[in-house]
């Protein structure tokens, strides 16, 4: 148990490093677009949408390194009375009562998305580029399919320290 959290840490550390450099893909494009719209008055139909399907990506393939990271919004107003046990109890049932419902939900929807969009082709249909969608709704159901398991990381941890196993790294 313990090997297949350490590999869900390091693979959601590994994606997260990755995102850092497409970060400055993103601001790099964002400024050839506004160069090439406001500096030489001409606007590309395609740097937007590849624009917002990079910011998409970039946030979704963060929600497991930051979850990793321990960077999600929490109830802290709680939590920071709590001892160690008192937050892992805290961790486990709000994990049980919505994390696992609602981001399992969300992937698996995200996977008949992306059944559905390469299934038809599926195009953007806001411009005449007409991109495909596929490509981007893999990458959210991947995103999402890594933040359901850093989940299921800090669960485990929490459990182990509920029973009072020794603490997995």
């Known amino acids: ?6 590999i869900i840490d390091r693979m959601n550390e590994w ?17 050839f677009e506004v160069l090439l719209r ?12 590849i624009v917002t ?8 393939l963060s929600f497991g390194n930051i979850m990793r990271q321990d960077g999600h919004v929490r109830i802290d107003v709680f939590s920071r009375l ?10 486990v049932v709000l994990g049980a009562l919505f994390l ?5 939900a969300l992937t698996a929807s995200a996977a008949g998305w992306v059944w559905y969009a390469w299934s038809i082709d599926e195009r953007d249909m806001q411009t005449f580029w007409y991109a495909r969608i ?18 299921l990381a800090a669960f485990v941890r929490n459990l182990n320290i509920l029973f009072g196993r020794k603490e997995t790294p």
């Open 1 to 6: 148990m313990r090997r297949f959290l350490t």
């Open 82 to 91: 709590l001892s160690v046990r008192g937050k892992a109890i805290f961790e």
């Open 53 to 60: 399907m990079t910011a998409g990506a970039m946030y979704a």
């Open 100 to 104: 696992f419902p609602v981001i399992g």
């Open 134 to 151: 596929g490509p981007i709704r893999t990458v959210v159901f991947i995103g999402l399919l890594l933040f359901l398991l850093q989940g």
């Open 38 to 49: 406001y500096g030489f008055n001409n606007p590309t139909i395609q740097l937007p949408v």
């Open 15 to 31: 994606i997260g490093s990755w995102i850092r450099l497409l970060v400055y893909a993103f601001i790099g494009l964002i400024c």
